[in-house]
């Protein structure tokens, strides 16, 4: 990618989202080093978590018994994460015209609470109270379907279960949050391959109500390949 193409990306949020084994963190590195090449400034906010408070939060998140936890409870949990990310790194590294790279954000929640059958537009009136005008400039979707993002990681999900009608979805975990899909293999193995396929389509959802530039791009084939996709949908981006 050209020094001018890279040079729009000063000042500006790009976040990187979709399931699990998507690719984000090889693209994300990889968009990283190429920025710094350049020599621009790079912030990375990782989501959930990211600040010492934020950290807090995740440690709650992973390390406690959460399956009796309301989804409400449980979104405003993220989106408490999301405001100190926001406030502690997003927008100080904006402000001095640092790119700051985004490993997942509001999408997630969309995604992954849609999944579990909390409406993704409440979630969007949350994040603006939660953050702002803190959206990103860009999100970019890594398309994989589950059982390649499976494949990827080496995880297996469960079989299909009935919600127990109290609130809690198919795809809520025993342990974990809904939400919270990417550190835990016993909290991978616990959601249904139909909860996965749910949150893989309401990914491809996103740009139709998301309140910022959103692109939707096939995640499947060789890293180089997928690069490739990535930086020419940061070319043909209005940054």
């Known amino acids: 990618m050209s020094s001018e193409v890279l ?27 190429a920025l710094r090449e350049h020599g621009m400034d790079v912030v990375r906010a990782r989501d959930p978590g990211g600040t010492v408070i934020g950290d807090r939060i995740r440690h709650v998140l992973l390390d406690y018994d959460l399956s009796q936890m309301d989804i409400r409870c449980e979104t405003f949990l993220f989106m408490a994460s999301r405001a100190q990310l926001a406030r502690d790194v997003i927008e100080p590294a904006l402000k001095t015209g640092k790119t700051c790279l985004g490993d997942r954000y509001v999408s997630a929640t969309c995604a992954y609470q849609g999944a579990a059958g909390f409406d993704p537009r ?35 999900s469960a079989e299909p279960r009935r919600s127990n ?23 991978m193995e616990a959601r249904p391959m139909d909860f996965h396929e749910r949150v893989h389509q ?23 390949e997928v690069q490739a996709r990535v930086m020419k949908a940061i070319a043909d981006a209005a940054l």
């Open 165 to 187: 009608g109290g609130g809690k979805s198919a795809g809520h975990a025993s342990r974990h949050p809904t939400l919270f899909h990417d550190v835990h293999t016993d909290a």
């Open 122 to 156: 409440r979630v969007i009136e949350l994040a603006r109270f939660a953050i702002g005008d803190t959206w990103p400039h860009l999100t970019i979707i890594l398309d994989v379907p589950p059982h390649a993002g499976h494949e990827r990681t080496g995880r297996k």
């Open 202 to 224: 309401m990914f491809h959802e996103l740009p139709a109500y998301y309140p910022a530039p959103v692109v939707v791009l096939n995640g499947l084939g060789s890293v180089d």
């Open 7 to 33: 040079g729009r990306l000063r000042g500006k949020y790009i976040v990187f989202d979709g399931i699990d084994g998507a690719g984000k963190g090889a693209q994300l590195n990889l968009l990283e080093s």
